[in-house]
C-alpha cells in the first residue's frame, strides 16, 4: 500500500521569501510522486513530477522539488513567493496501474 | 484547446433523486476517474476506467455508479442521493502510458439536502 502526508495544512509566506511545502511517502515500489497545485474554484493542475529520472524536479511556476529516497521525502520549493502562489498544494504518489494517493492538502497564503 | 468538461457545475438537490453528473474529454484519453473533495480528507477516488466498458471500483464507490460506453464520455450517476454525498467532485483524464499525469475538469459541487 501507498500513502502520502503532507506535514503542513496551512502555510503562510510573505511575498518574495521562499516557500516549502513538505510531503513524506510511502510505498512498496518505486514510486511516481507529483505535486499539483488547485487555484479557488478551479481543477487541479500538475505543477512538477518525478518519474525515477532526475532527483531534482523542476516544474511550471518555478517550482522545484528533490526526491530524497533515504528520507521517502517530495518537499515543493521555491525561491520567492509571488501573490498569484496562493493555492492548495497537493503531493501524490502513484505506482504503475495508476492507483493514485493524495495527499491532504496544503493551503499557501502569500501575504503582501 | 484540450479540456475536460463537467455538467453541471454546482447543483442542489434533495435525497434520493437520481442525479447524474457528465464528464467529457477531448484529448483521446483511455483513463477516465472521478473523486471526491473533502476538506482534510484529499481527494478520493471513487470510480475509474482504463478504456471504454472497462471500470473498477476506486476507494469510495458506495452509492454512486458510472459508465462507459464512449471514449470521450464517463458519467457518474448517483441513484439515490444522501446528504453524506455532498462534495466536490471532480472528473480527471490521462493517458494509460502516462499514469499519474491527470488532467482535471473544474469540478462540481454537489449539495444534497
Known amino acids: 500500500a501507498q500513502s502520502v502526508t503532507q506535514l503542513d495544512s496551512h502555510v503562510s509566506v510573505s511575498e518574495g521569501t521562499p516557500v516549502l511545502l513538505r510531503c513524506n511517502y510511502s510505498s512498496s515500489y518505486s514510486p511516481s510522486l507529483f505535486w499539483y497545485v488547485q487555484h479557488p474554484n478551479k481543477g487541479l493542475q500538475l505543477l512538477l513530477k518525478?518519474?525515477?529520472?532526475?532527483?531534482l524536479v523542476k516544474g511550471i511556476n518555478g517550482f522545484e522539488a528533490e526526491f530524497k529516497k533515504s528520507e521517502t521525502s517530495f518537499h515543493l520549493t521555491k525561491p520567492s513567493a509571488h501573490m498569484s502562489d496562493a493555492a492548495e498544494y497537493f503531493c501524490v504518489v502513484s505506482d504503475w496501474s495508476n492507483d493514485m494517493r493524495f495527499g491532504a492538502g496544503t493551503r499557501l497564503t502569500v501575504k503582501p | 484547446e484540450a479540456q475536460v468538461t463537467q455538467n453541471p457545475r454546482y447543483l442542489i438537490t434533495v435525497t434520493g433523486k437520481k442525479l447524474t453528473v457528465t464528464c467529457s474529454q477531448n484529448?483521446?484519453?483511455?483513463?477516465m476517474s472521478w473523486y471526491r473533495q473533502d476538506p482534510g480528507l484529499g481527494l478520493r477516488q471513487i470510480y475509474y476506467s482504463m478504456n471504454v466498458e472497462v471500470t473498477d471500483k476506486g476507494d469510495v464507490p458506495e452509492g454512486y455508479k458510472v459508465s462507459r460506453k464512449e471514449k470521450r464520455n464517463f458519467p457518474l450517476i448517483l441513484e439515490s442521493p444522501s446528504p453524506n454525498q455532498t462534495s466536490l467532485y471532480f472528473c480527471?483524464?490521462?493517458?494509460?502510458?502516462?499514469?499519474?499525469?491527470?488532467?482535471f475538469g473544474e469540478g462540481s459541487r454537489l449539495t444534497v439536502l
Open positions: 484529448m483521446n484519453h483511455e483513463y
Open positions: 518525478y518519474t525515477s529520472a532526475a532527483t
Open positions: 480527471a483524464s490521462s493517458w494509460t502510458g502516462r499514469p499519474g499525469e491527470l488532467f
